[in-house]
């Protein structure tokens, strides 16, 4: 059995059809098209999801804590990752300085 599309067909207008509906855009002050310049200077929506590139990326690991570590920063409340990586930031400072 083939699938039904649910996605509405879109029709592209004839040149003829374009050139109406630009003369009907260009006659109404209030939706004038857009100039090369501000078409220039938009942004795909996607560029523009999510969280910001940090400019120190961090990896993704797997790691076993014991149930009390985890308990305990958990119990810190929201942010106990970021918490618990800035701990582990500077023992290894403290500890590299050592060396």
């Not at 308990?71 to 582990?88: C, H, N, P």
């Amino acid at each position: 059995m083939s699938k039904v599309s649910k996605r509405a067909s879109v029709a592209i207008p004839s040149a003829q059809d374009d050139k109406v509906i630009t003369a009907a855009a260009k006659a109404d002050a209030d939706a004038q098209p857009l100039t090369p310049k501000q078409l220039k200077s938009m942004v795909p929506i996607r560029a523009l999801r999510g969280r910001p590139k940090s400019a120190s990326t961090k990896q993704l690991v797997s790691v076993r804590y014991s149930p009390e570590v985890l308990a305990y920063f958990k119990s810190t409340g929201e942010g106990w990752q970021s918490r618990m990586d800035r701990v582990l930031r500077e023992y290894v400072t403290r500890h590299s300085r050592r060396a």
